[in-house]
């Protein structure tokens, strides 16, 4: 049996759980489908949903947790980040041994 605890693997299986942690909620789902038309702002995200700011701003910190979003100040402007939706298309295909297609989604143009 291999030991796979190395701080590399370590660091791979993290960001496997910060992405499948930032996938798993629908609200987030629901606000990565929201950037993939366009950058928007705290307020405008909020907007959209029936929730506490709170509860969005947690939202928020796991995406980016996750990498697949990034902000230009904390709640100011939001981006999904098209590199770390690829990434995260890839890791998914890889671990259900599906592979990932060429082309991944990633914002419209």
Partial sequence: MTDDSSPAAD??????????KALADPTRRRILALLRER????????E??????STLSAHFNVLRESG????????????????AARA??????RVLGMG???????PRA
């Fill in 11 to 20: 660091a791979a299986t993290l960001a496997e759980a910060a992405l499948f």
């Fill in 39 to 46: 950058p928007m702002t705290a307020g405008e995200i909020a």
């Fill in 48 to 53: 959209r949903f029936a929730l506490a700011n």
């Fill in 68 to 83: 697949l979003v990034t902000s230009s100040r904390p709640g100011t402007t939001y981006r999904l980040e098209p590199e």
């Fill in 88 to 93: 995260a298309w890839q890791t998914v295909g």
């Fill in 100 to 106: 990932a297609p060429e082309d991944a989604p990633g």
